[in-house]
């Protein structure tokens, strides 16, 4: 019995995609404009309204990306070319919405919509003959391959930028629990907590590297309470950046005192980014 349910339900499935097909076929149309009319320079807001979760804004600042809501911070370059992206899909064919009804499409109450500056795409179901998914504008249908839903629905947390410092950022003095690091007024370095050492300077440029190119494993919204140490990255413009050092068995997160961001290594990576490498000594 329960194989011949399964049997009428696909096949009652299948009766009404052929329906929906037979009804769109008359009004459909060969495409060649993309579903938004962009440019990819002229985008500078998304927003992202999802049916289960938070909705996300991002904007751009002198070409840098942030996430302004729910929570307040860069955005991830990557994610940002892959929604981009989409405005710029041109669909294989469209279809006229003219009285349409759009509860067979999933578009009543759409799973997300979409908006590029002023520009809004309404986000639905999928077709199950061609596992193509519905997604439409103010005036056309379209059927897009099912490649983009996922970018859509993420937390926020994956939209987050997983660089530690920004590009471009000068370290000019470094507190951790592990290293202190200083640069003086000649541009050489020491070590306040041991100032007879004399420190290599290629040897702090590669730790500092460390730190300037550092990406974190993971970024997250929610900020860990447990004991902390102090960590202190002291930059050449502005002030001085503040984090909270957690360490755990096998990660070390860092917890921005201005972002209210938590990124977490690998206690490897950490370790690289507070221990001085050694260098051979050039032959005398």
């Given at each position: 019995m329960k194989i011949r349910l399964i049997v009428n339900l696909l096949l009652i499935v299948t009766i009404i995609s052929l329906g929906l097909i037979a009804w769109l076929k008359p009004g459909q149309q060969s495409s060649t404009s993309r579903i938004t009319a962009l440019e990819i320079n002229a985008i500078e807001r998304i927003k992202i309204i999802r049916e289960t979760a938070k909705t996300i804004e991002l904007e751009r600042f002198k070409n840098q990306w942030l996430i302004k809501k729910p929570i307040k911070a860069p955005a991830l370059?990557?994610?940002?070319?892959?929604?981009?992206?989409?405005?710029?899909?041109?669909?294989?064919?469209?279809?006229?919405?003219?009285?349409?009804?759009?509860?067979?499409?999933?578009?009543?109450?759409?799973?997300?919509?979409?908006?590029?500056?002023?520009?809004?795409?309404?986000?639905?179901?999928?077709?199950?003959?061609?596992?193509?998914?519905?997604?439409?504008?103010?005036?056309?249908?379209?059927?897009?391959?099912d490649t983009f839903l996922q970018h859509l629905t993420a937390p926020v947390d994956a939209y987050i930028d997983t660089r530690l410092l920004a590009d471009g950022t000068q370290i000019t003095g470094l507190q951790t629990p592990q290293i202190t690091l200083q640069r003086r007024a000649d541009n050489t370095w020491q070590n306040p907590q041991a100032p007879s050492d004399e420190l290599s300077s290629d040897a702090v440029q590669m730790l500092l590297d460390e730190w300037r190119f550092a990406r974190a494993i993971n970024v997250s919204s929610v900020v860990n309470q447990a004991t902390s140490k102090p960590v202190v990255i002291h930059v050449s413009k502005g002030q001085p950046l503040h984090f909270r050092l957690i360490e755990q068995q096998n990660d070390i997160i860092l917890i921005s005192s201005e972002a209210q961001l938590a990124y977490t290594f690998s206690q490897a990576k950490y370790k690289k980014m507070t221990t001085l490498p050694k260098l051979d000594k050039p032959d005398a």
């Open positions: 370059s990557g994610k940002i070319e892959r929604l981009i992206k989409i405005s710029q899909i041109t669909p294989p064919v469209t279809y006229p919405l003219e009285n349409k009804d759009l509860e067979p499409f999933g578009l009543k109450t759409p799973k997300v919509q979409l908006s590029f500056n002023n520009e809004t795409l309404n986000i639905g179901s999928t077709d199950s003959v061609h596992s193509r998914r519905y997604v439409s504008n103010n005036s056309q249908l379209f059927l897009l391959d």
